[in-house]
């Protein structure tokens, strides 16, 4: 970090002191910047300039880098517990200060309140049975084609993170999967592969994600949505190819379910299944009239986010109207003996298996704020490195510059996750380095979002994947010896696409 050079700054704010409409629309009393500058530069700080509204952020905005001394630099070490310097925040409260960070519209405790309440929903339908006996009823009238359903449910989902950026949605979506596709023969990595790992490849490879795809591009300064050909044929290609790539597998652990990683995990699906199989319960009216409350829901939450912008507090409204729709239902028609108090009981037991997922995704989200957080104009480790690697890849021929972009994007996103925020950290010296390099900036952005969408399955920090492994009760350790094979996979398709964009000059 660098001091002020409070000499460039005094100078810049006496003429705004003169600019009272500026001054207004900053929302910085006069009154109070007269007090400061009355001081003289010499005695201008940064925390004097806080107090009248005009944060380092809202100077960096104004004036820029030369608001900085640079032959100066600020050493600071971090405390090991938080300290007024950084912001109350220190190494051994990073779990803490991870589960409070952001607010009810995202990562983290937005996330693990959606998980809970989730939780709570799916534990009500599943107390129901309603989802044990509309799975064993669909088996029952499909056998034989169930190889159908997987690549069909990897378009479906692929698709879902193609048009508006899937991602948190399919943490309930899984809860469902699981169960259902653990009884068509395979495991649960089947399943999160076919749900979450889908809708990344969905994202790497959309044309249109409003969280990915079109925030690099506006950043970029490139016409948002441009492009849209090459990628929606990207899109098919790579999503038939990776549906291949998880048939592949998937009927080997169908052949022989103990070559599973998740074998023993599983049993605990397994096991309910043939409980519930073994008793035989009938498909009864109530159980029909939840599954169709739950499609219902379903496609309202569906409809909401593509048409009215729905995220997190809608989203976990419309999981909890889900819920106690369910509840209801099964009241009414006495399923399983079901009564009021059974109800908030099967809510609670629902909401509690899931409370260690919200404690991990708290814990992914301290780890980023242990590297200095994801603003990209607040001096920190992660910016540092960015810059850094932004200055070796200036000189390199276009196609290795291009294919470095991506596999630098792709190993920054083991730290940032949130694809819109990657994008303001990177894009912003990815997209002139593009142009030094001689590739459009077109080609930075699909090295942006292949190297963040790809690596969005993998990267232990994601809150999504870690809510999508808990409810499969997947060890991350044992999904990443599977999902490294199908990175690498994924990153020679990957890199096909780019050296493709830069021989074709993608614009």
Do not use: C
Not at 149 to 174: Q, R
Not at 284 to 310: C, D, P
């Amino acid at each position: 970090a660098y001091p002020l050079d409070n000499e460039y700054v005094y100078q810049q704010l006496n003429q705004l002191e003169d600019d009272p409409q500026e001054l207004e629309e900053l929302d910085v009393d006069p009154e109070a910047l007269a007090a400061v500058l009355a001081e003289g530069p010499k005695e201008l700080s940064q925390s004097q300039l806080d107090e009248v509204g005009l944060t380092d952020d809202t100077l960096y905005s104004l004036y820029g880098e030369k608001i900085y001394d640079t032959s100066e630099k600020l050493h600071k070490t971090a405390k090991v517990w938080g300290t007024d310097d950084f912001g109350g925040f220190g190494f051994l409260n990073f779990v803490f200060e991870g589960l409070v960070s952001g607010d009810k519209y995202g990562s983290a405790v937005g996330i693990a309140a959606l998980i809970l309440v989730v939780g709570g929903a799916f534990g009500i339908i599943m107390q129901t049975g309603a989802i044990d006996a509309g799975i064993f009823a669909f088996i029952s009238k499909t056998r034989g084609l169930e190889r159908l359903a997987l690549p069909l449910l990897f378009f479906a989902f692929s698709f879902g993170g193609a048009t508006f950026g899937m991602a948190e949605e399919v943490i309930p979506f899984s809860m469902v999967m699981v169960p259902f596709v653990i009884a068509l023969g395979y495991d649960s990595i089947v399943a999160v592969t076919v749900t979450y790992v889908a809708s990344q490849i969905g994202n790497a490879t959309s044309w249109m994600s409003p969280f990915s795809v079109a925030v690099a591009q506006g950043i970029a300064g490139i016409p948002v949505l441009s492009g849209a050909t090459f990628r929606i044929i990207m899109w098919v290609v790579v999503t038939a190819l990776s549906a291949g790539y998880l048939m592949i597998y998937a009927e080997r652990i169908r052949k022989n379910p103990e070559k599973s990683l998740t074998y023993q995990s599983d049993a605990y699906f397994r096991n309910h299944l043939e409980k519930t199989s073994s008793e035989q319960k009938p498909f009864l009216l109530g159980h029909k009239l939840i599954l169709v409350e739950m499609l219902a829901v379903l496609i309202w939450i569906v409809w909401g986010v593509t048409q009215k912008g729905y995220y997190i507090p809608e989203i976990a409204s419309q999981f909890f109207v889900m819920g106690l729709g369910a509840g209801i239902i099964a009241v009414l028609f006495k399923l399983e003996n079901m009564g009021l108090n059974d109800v908030a009981s099967a809510f609670q037991s629902g909401a509690s298996e899931l409370a260690g997922t919200a404690i991990v995704v708290g814990m992914a989200k301290g780890i980023l704020l242990v590297l200095g957080g994801s603003d990209a104009n607040v001096p920190s480790a992660l910016n540092t490195i960015l810059h850094s690697i932004g200055g070796l890849l200036s000189n390199v021929p276009a196609f290795i510059g291009a294919w470095f972009m991506y596999i630098f994007q792709s190993f920054f996103n083991l730290i940032v996750t949130s694809n819109s925020g990657q994008a303001a950290l990177t894009m912003p010296i990815m997209a002139p380095l593009a142009d030094l390099l001689g590739v459009s900036r077109q080609i930075a952005v699909l090295a942006y979002q292949l190297g963040s969408g790809f690596m969005d399955a993998f990267t232990p920090v994601s809150a999504s994947l870690i809510g999508v492994l808990g409810v499969a009760r997947i060890e991350w350790v044992k999904w990443a010896k599977f999902q490294i094979k199908m990175q690498g996979f994924l990153f020679v398709l990957g890199t096909i696409f780019i050296f493709i964009a830069v021989a074709i000059g993608l614009q």
